[in-house]
């Protein structure tokens, strides 16, 4: 399996997701300049988190333009993967790939901790190899991570179970305090009506080894190759 | 022709507006009590070269509704002068 990192001028995880899904076993994996329209039929493409274009006007706004982004927005509409984690996440809203909006934290702070994410749909391409209410710690990063989407999307969303993972305590409970950022129903991470392309927040690629504090991060994307292999 | 396009986003209703909120809040530390609600918004002004003016409130109503705003969260006016 071949996987592309989109590089933006001004993402800064693009080697963490290279490092990422290099270390699972029969991944190569390729970066992509933002300013190309090859996507060098890989199988995968990631939107890496950062500050595309400066995150100016709003984030994702920028690079959802990219000449690349042409390309994955058609890569995408005839099922091809695709995965934004952070910033990642707000180009694929952006770009209509994903319903709903991220906004300022609720804090209006720039908020990097921590979390506990619940799988809450084990049935889809990126959480097969996951349980069911698995929790899993990782980190989050951002200033704007405060998912929005309107009552009847966000309910369509929840009934057909595309809200993927949540924010919660040590104990799994969805609580105010576990939601760094404020967003509706602690969503996290949401996936396609397709169920092709994965938008989150939290980053799994700084959660691969124990020496970062955590291996959870890790578990998604193996999970996720294995899958495709 | 030359229009100088004025365009106004902000979010819709029943968006949260914290940072609205927040200086709602400190206005009122300062004793402006009839102040009694804030909501944020940008101002994008933009120089547009065109035929007319309906043209000009055109292409200044398509650049904000493709870029300046998010249709999701914020909602725009335009108003076009010479």
Not at chain 1, 82 to 109: D, H, T
Not at chain 1, 152 to 157: E, G, K, P
Request: glycine share 10%; hydrophobic share 40%; net charge negative.
């Amino acid at each position: 399996m071949k996987v592309g990192i989109v590089i933006f001028p001004g993402s800064n995880c693009d080697y963490d997701a290279y490092q990422a899904f290099k270390m699972v076993d029969g991944v190569e994996v390729e970066y992509l300049w933002h300013g190309s329209d090859d996507l060098k039929s890989v199988d995968v493409v990631v939107l890496p988190g950062g500050f595309a274009h400066g995150d100016y006007l709003r984030a994702g706004s920028i690079a959802r333009f990219s000449p690349i982004m042409k390309r994955v927005i058609e890569f995408a509409e005839s099922g091809g993967f695709v995965i934004g984690i952070c910033n990642g996440f707000q180009v694929l809203l952006e770009s209509g790939l994903l319903p709903g909006a991220l906004m300022k934290n609720i804090n209006l702070r720039f908020v990097c901790r921590e979390v506990i994410l619940r799988v809450e749909n084990a049935n889809t391409a990126f959480t097969s190899g996951l349980k069911q209410g698995q929790l899993l710690r990782m980190p989050v990063a951002h200033g704007e991570g405060n998912y929005y989407a309107d009552i009847s999307t966000l309910s369509r969303m929840e009934s057909e179970s595309r809200v993927i993972f949540r924010y919660v305590d040590r104990e799994g409970v969805v609580t105010a305090e576990a939601n760094p950022n404020g967003s509706i129903n602690g969503v996290a991470g949401i996936v396609s009506e397709k169920g092709n392309v994965l938008g989150m927040m939290p980053h799994p690629e700084r959660a691969i080894e124990h020496i970062l504090g955590s291996i959870d991060g890790g578990h998604i994307i193996r999970s996720f190759c294995m899958a495709k292999t | 022709m030359k229009f100088q396009a004025k365009v106004n986003v902000s979010l819709k209703e029943g968006v949260l507006d914290p940072q609205g909120q927040t200086i709602g809040n400190a206005l009122l530390d300062l004793g402006f009590e009839n102040i009694l609600k804030v909501k944020t918004g940008k101002i994008f002004t933009l120089e547009i070269e065109a035929e007319t003016e309906s043209d000009a409130t055109r292409a200044a109503s398509e650049a904000a509704s493709r870029l300046l705003a998010n249709p999701v969260i914020e909602q725009f006016k335009v108003e076009v002068v010479l």
